[in-house]
C-alpha cells in the first residue's frame, strides 16, 4: 500500500481495574498487544485517550511497517465517539485509516474478521463512533466472544470477565486480532480479509 500518512488504531473498552479482564475490554486487550509488539507505552493524551506512535507490521524486505497512533480511550464505551474524533483531528488522520478494534457477539468466540462500514450490531462504542463521525464508513477489526449461554443478557455477559477456559484461548486470540491489525494497515483491506479469513 502507499503510504498517505498514519492510521489510528482505536481498541475500545471501559476504564479501570473492574473492567480490565471483561470481554467487552477485549478491543484495547489488543491494543496493549500491538504496544507490547512495539516497544511502546500508551501515554495519556489531551484527547482523552492514552496513545502512542508506532510503527505497526513488517513491509517487503523486513522493513518497519505503516506508521500509526494506536489508542484507547480513557473514557466510559458509551462515550468512544468524541476521543476518536479528537485524534483523528489532532494526528491528521482521514477517517479511511480509522481502525477500529472491538468485541462482536455475532462472532463465534476466538474468530477475527475485518470490515469496512456496516451497522453497529447494538454495539454503543461503535454507536458513540459513528455518530461523532457522522459515518460509519470505517475499518473494524471485530473480534468473537460467542453469544451469551442461556437466557443471559447480552448486557451482562459482556461486562463479565472472560471464564477460565477461555482466558486459556485469550494469549491466542489477542496475537491473531493483532496480526489483524497489523495485515490491514500493512496490505490493505481485501489482501488482509483473503489471509485473516482464509480457514485454518
Known sequence: MTDSGPWLVVGLGNPGPAYAGNRHNV?????????????????SH???????????????GGVPGPAAV???????M????????????????????L????????????????KRGGGEGGHNGLRSISSSLGTRDYHRVRVGIGRPPGRMD????????????????????????ADAVEELVTVGLLDAQQRVHAPR
Open 27 to 43: 478491543g484495547a486487550m489488543v491494543v496493549d498487544e500491538l504496544a507490547r509488539r512495539t516497544g511502546s507505552a500508551l501515554l
Open 154 to 177: 447480552a448486557a451482562d455477559f459482556v461486562l463479565r470477565d472472560f471464564s477460565p477456559a477461555e482466558r486459556r484461548e485469550l494469549p491466542f486470540l489477542l496475537d491473531d486480532a
Open 99 to 114: 481502525v477500529v478494534v472491538h468485541d462482536e457477539l455475532d462472532l463465534d468466540a476466538g474468530t477475527v474478521r475485518l
Open 78 to 97: 458509551n462515550d468512544s465517539g468524541g476521543p476518536v474524533s479528537s485524534l483523528l483531528r489532532f494526528f491528521s488522520v482521514p477517517v479511511e485509516r
Open 70 to 76: 494506536i489508542a484507547v480511550p480513557s473514557g466510559y
Open 46 to 60: 489531551k484527547a482523552r485517550a492514552h496513545a502512542a506512535q508506532v510503527r505497526l507490521g513488517n513491509g517487503p
